[in-house]
Each structure stands twice: as C-alpha cells, then as structure tokens.
C-alpha cells in the first residue's frame, strides 16, 4: 500500500511540474556583468593585479608569471601592444584559452565557438577594443563532472601610461555550456 501511494505522489508530482512547464533539472543563469582594470605582468612592483580567474570572478596578483595556476588569463604589454596571455603563453599547462569574435557586440555575442582551433592558449593575443573576446576558463570541478566555464570579455580601455586594461566581462555558471546569453 505504501509503495502505491508513494507512487502517486511521484505520478502527481511529476504531472504538475510538466503542467507548469517547469524542469526541475533545468540549470539556469542570469547575466552578471561587471568590470576589471589590470595592470601588465610587465610592471616592475611586485603584487599588482594582473591576473583574472573568470570563474570565481576575482583579479589575482602574480609576483611572477609562474606563480600558481589559479588564474585563467593576464595582460602584459610587447613589442608596443597589450596582449593577452593565457597561462600556456607562460608554459603553465592549463585548459584555459581565449577565441576572438568579430563583428560581435558585448550583447550579441551569444554563443562561444564549438570550434577548438578557435582558441589559443598558448600564445600572446593581441588586445584590440573593436572585437570581442570568449574565455575558456581552465577546468573545475564541477557537481557531477570537471568543467570549462564560459565568458565573453570586451576591451573598454587601455592606459599605456599607467599599464592597465580595463574590460567588461560575463560567464556562463553552467559546466560545458557555450552559451554566453542566459536562456529566456
């Protein structure tokens, strides 16, 4: 009689979450958009923010490029331009990268390439305020698996005098999602 019951209540349950269009699974999030200054890995004073870990969305400081893998990206200034630099740029092995948008605006970049070869992670990436940019962070421990997360990055300014670059970014909170707009 019990099992019957219980039953029910599961059948019950399940027929008005489905009447009400509601996914108890469904993972949902909301856009969150904030911005950043960092100052080049360059600069000659130890202990300034030049570094950014996308996930927990917090700047970090590096007192050199090989110190700790708890970031997903830096900035530094070569050759007469600011670049970005993923950690493999730095020979730190990590997951973490960047693809660059074209003709994409901060709100209709919507979706991050599925294409690997899009991303470089190993390399200086020019820093240019027209495109916009997707993170791949280095991976998570997610609930159930290990994760990438995703973002886009746009390039508000940069001082050449100071040594900074300010941007806008947003990420996707849902492991493996591409998508860099929340759902309606």
Not at 9 to 25: E, R
Not at 63 to 73: Q, R, S
Not at 99 to 115: I, M, S
């Amino acid at each position: 009689m019990k099992i019957r019951n219980l039953a029910l209540v599961i059948v019950v349950s399940a027929a008005g979450l489905a009447a009400c269009d509601d996914d108890p699974f469904a993972l949902n999030w909301v856009e969150n958009p904030d911005t950043v200054e960092l100052y080049v890995l360059s600069r000659p004073e130890t202990n300034l923010l030049s570094a950014f870990d996308f996930f927990s969305r917090i700047p970090k400081r590096l007192e050199a490029p090989t110190t700790g893998d708890l970031w997903d990206l830096t900035v530094d200034y070569q050759d007469g331009q600011f670049v970005w630099l993923p950690p493999g740029a730095l020979g730190i092995t990590s997951d973490a990268a960047l693809a660059t948008l074209e003709g994409h605006t901060f709100d209709t970049a919507e979706e991050a390439p599925a294409d690997t070869t899009e991303y470089v992670s190993d390399a200086p990436i020019p820093i240019r305020l027209d495109p916009i940019y997707v993170i791949r962070t280095r991976r998570h421990q997610g609930t159930f698996s290990v994760c990438n997360y995703y973002g886009k990055i746009e390039v508000l300014e940069t001082d050449s005098i100071v040594g900074t670059v300010r941007f806008q970014f947003d990420v996707n909170r849902i492991c493996n999602s591409r998508d860099l707009v929340p759902p309606d």
